[in-house]
C-alpha cells in the first residue's frame, strides 16, 4: 500500500480521490536543480527545512530564487535569547521575567526544577513557532534525535544539551560529537559517570558507534558488526573513563577525574586498521572520535542520517552509489563540516524530484507547527502568554508520541529509523482522531490569558490572491498545504463543504457582500462557519498529513 492508500484507508470517512500521480522520475544525482523556481518548488523546500511556511515565506522565497534562498537557510545566525522563567513567583535567584540559565537550583523548593523544565519545553516550542527563514531548529531537531539524551530531570542539564547541539547545529560533526560524548546530559544518560578504571562501562561506547558515528552494519562473524567489534567497545569504553558531570551552584558542566581514567594502552580491532589508543588523558575521547572519523563508513551513516530526515526513507544502490555516498565525500573533504553535505543536497536535482515530495508523513511537530505557521496564527504579544500557549502545544504533543527531551529509546523516534514503516509509524488508529481533536481546537480557539487563539480564517483568506472565486481560494489553501496539486473531484468535494449544493457564484456574492459591510456581525458569522467548515474538511485531508 502507497503512502496516500495508507492515510486515505486510515481516515475512512474522509476518503477522497487523490490527485493521479505524476510521471515519477527520480533524478539520481547531486547536480543542480535547472528546473523553474516556482511556488511549488519553493515550498517544497520551505517545508523540508522550516516548521510551516507562510505565503509571505514562499513568496519571498520564489523572488530571492533557489541559490539566495538556500544561502539564506544556511546562514549562521545569533543564537536566541535565554529561556526565561514566565510564571514561578518563588524562584529565589530568578525574578519573573529574567532567565533562570546558570542559577544555583534549590531542592528545596517544590516546583522549582519543574517550572525550569516546563520554561524550557515552552521555550523550545517558541522556537519552532517563530523561527525565522533558517534551517537551524530542524538541525536542532535533527541532531536531538540523533545524539539522543532523555528523561533527564533536571532543568540545567536540558538547557545546556540544548544549547551544545544548537551551537553546533550547522556546524563541525567532530566538535559535536565530542562535546556531547562528554557533556553533562550524556554523561549521566548513557552512564558516563559511572566509566571508570574498575568499572568500565560499555553503554556510551556502544551507542557511540552504532547509533552515533559509524554504524553497526551487517554481522561478520561472532562479536564482529562489519564496522567495529565488540573488541572494540570494550576499548572504547576504557579510553573514555574518566569524566564526571558536575552542578555547581547551577552551573552546569563535565569534569576530567585522572584517578578514574583507565591509562593503558588501547588496542583497536582491524575494523579500525590495528590502532592503538595511547594514553590521553582529559583530551583521550578526542582521539577516539577522531579515529572513528577516519573510517569513510561514519560519513555514509552521518548521509544517510541527513537523507531520511531531509529527503526519504528509500535508499536503494543507486542513490546510495550517487546520492549518499557523494555527500559523505563532501563532509569527509571538508573535515566533517556539515554545511557543505547539506548545501548541495537542497541545490541539487534529486531534492526537487517529484518522487520525493509527498513522500513522509509529517511528524506530530511538523504538522502543528504547519497550521501555527503557514497560516499564521497569532499569539498575543506578551511574554507571559506566548509562554503559556508554547506550553500547550507542547502538552498537545504528548499523545501524539513526539515530545522533546523524552524519547522511547537511545535510537530515537522509530520514524526514522525502523523500516519497513519508517514515517508511516505517525499515522495509525490512535494518532489520527488525536490529530483531528488538534484541528478542531485550533479552528475553535483556545483561551489563553483571557484571550482567544485560533486560526482566523477570514483574516488568512484576505492574503490569498482570489479569495472570490470559491475554485482559487481551494487551490490556493490546498497549494499552501500540500506538496502536490489535488484533482479535480477533490475541489468539487471541498466547494461542496464550502457552499453545498450551490453554484460558485453563490460564494461570490455572499463573500462580497460581506466585505461591503464587514461589521455585520450575522454575515460574519455565516462566512465564518462556512470558511471553518472549509478548513476543517482540508486539515484533515489525507494529503495534510503528507510532506
Known sequence: MDRRSLLTSAFGKNKVKSAPSKQETLVMSLAPYI???????????????????SLQDINQSLSNGLDQTVSTLLADTPLPSLPINYSFQNDPTTPVGDTWVNKPHDASIMNLNTSRNVSLNGWQMGLFNEGEMSIREKLVLFWHNHFVTSDITLAGYNFHYLDTIRKNALGNFRTLAEEITVSP?????????????????????????ELFTIGKGDAAGPGDYTHYTEDDVVALAKSLTGWRSINVDGIVGSVFRPNRHDESDKQLSPRFNDAIIENGGENEYKTVIDIILQQSETARFISRRLYIWFVGSYIDSNIEANIIEPMAALIRENNYEIKPALDALLRSEHFYSSSVRGCMVNHPIDFIFKMFNSFEVVIPD???????????????????????????????????YQGPQYYETWANSASLPLRE???????????VSQQVIRIETLTMITKLNDSLNPTSLIVELTNLLFPYPISEDQITYLKDILIPGLPDFEWTVEYSEYLDDPTDNDKRIAIENKLKALFGAILKMPENYLI
Open 185 to 209: 546530559s550524556m554523561l549521566l544518560y548513557l552512564n558516563g559517570n559511572e566509566n571508570t578504571r574498575e568499572a568500565p562501562n560499555e553503554n556510551y561506547s556502544r551507542e557511540l558507534l
Open 382 to 416: 506578551t511574554v507571559s502568554t506566548k509562554y503559556r500557549t508554547w506550553v500547550l502545544i507542547y502538552r498537545a504533543l504528548l499523545p501524539l508520541d513526539m515530545v522533546i527531551l523524552k524519547h522511547p529509546s537511545v535510537a530515537g523516534w522509530k520514524a526514522f
Open 437 to 447: 481533536k488538534v484541528v478542531n481546537t485550533l479552528l475553535e480557539g483556545f483561551t
Open 35 to 53: 528546473g523553474d523556481w516556482t511556488a511549488d518548488t519553493a515550498a517544497h523546500l520551505l517545508r523540508r527545512t522550516t516548521f510551516g511556511p
